[in-house]
């Protein structure tokens, strides 16, 4: 059995016991998701740009995408989900969930409903059984036509490498394109430890969507370097 094969028995399993892992859908209701559109119009994006003015390098790639896509980034910060709905723009983020990490934003009801309130965040479980149930409902996600926003190196640091494999299930499985995002500054703007924003730039790269193929590994490797050339054209631009 190939292994795209064994993902999709994987699939099948994980849905006759769905459930395991809540979905919090009253958050992408038309009543929530104005809401958060007013949020993030009137409040969220205005902040962002007065603490950390951002700089989005590479936006023209966006046009490319005429359905759903999944969005791969570096990770570096709690502020890293915020400022890539800010930059990925109105259109994208009315049909956009981020995969956020379940034992930290979900650790209470309040803080899981804030989040997939404000933000359009969904619960990942990044280990055990129940991680197979969390990568289904993003599958199940793309197939309705939502985007999905992940950090596949799953701790946070600068690199462009070391990418888990699961956001390239979502992307072969579903056959919709991988975005590569790099994002720089925000390790300053929201040191590790820090729970309060310092004023700083930040600038956000967006690469050229890359075609899923029907290789896992391959998927990795390519989403890798496309990180890596985004970073590339981030540097040679802040240092111009």
């Known amino acids: 059995m190939s292994e795209r094969e064994q993902s999709q028995s994987a699939r099948a399993g994980s849905s006759r016991r769905?459930?395991?892992?809540?979905?919090?859908?009253?958050?992408r209701t038309p009543p929530a998701r104005l809401v958060r559109s007013g949020i993030q119009y009137g409040a969220l994006v205005p902040l962002l740009k007065f603490i950390s003015p951002f700089t989005v390098i590479g936006k023209r790639n966006?046009?490319?995408l005429?359905?759903?896509?999944?969005?791969v980034a570096n990770h570096q910060s709690h502020f890293d989900a915020p400022i890539c709905l800010a930059?990925?723009?109105?259109?994208?983020?009315?049909?956009?969930?981020?995969?956020?990490?379940a034992d930290y934003f979900y650790s209470s009801a309040?803080?899981?409903?804030a989040a997939s309130l404000a933000l359009g965040t969904v619960p990942f479980v990044r280990s055990g059984g129940?991680?197979?149930?969390?990568?289904q409902f993003l599958k199940d996600l793309v197939g309705k036509g939502w985007s999905v926003l992940i950090f596949p190196s799953g701790t946070r640091?600068?690199?462009a490498s070391g990418f888990k494999k699961g956001f390239a299930y979502l992307a072969i499985d579903a056959q919709v394109p991988v975005v590569p995002l790099y994002l720089?500054?925000?390790d300053q703007v929201m040191p590790k430890g820090s729970f309060i924003p310092l004023p700083g730039g930040v600038v956000v790269g967006i690469g050229p969507p890359i075609p899923p193929g029907d290789d896992y590994n391959a998927l990795v490797g390519k989403a890798e370097a496309g990180v890596a050339e985004v970073r590339t054209v981030v540097k040679g631009w802040e240092g111009a």
């Open 18 to 27: 769905r459930g395991t892992v809540p979905t919090w859908s009253w958050a």
């Open 62 to 64: 966006l046009a490319k």
């Open 66 to 71: 005429d359905g759903p896509a999944v969005f």
């Open 87 to 101: 930059a990925l723009g109105g259109r994208v983020r009315r049909r956009l969930v981020v995969a956020a990490a």
């Open 110 to 113: 309040v803080k899981g409903a």
């Open 130 to 135: 129940s991680s197979r149930d969390s990568l």
């Open 157 to 159: 640091g600068t690199g």
């Open 184 to 186: 720089h500054g925000l």
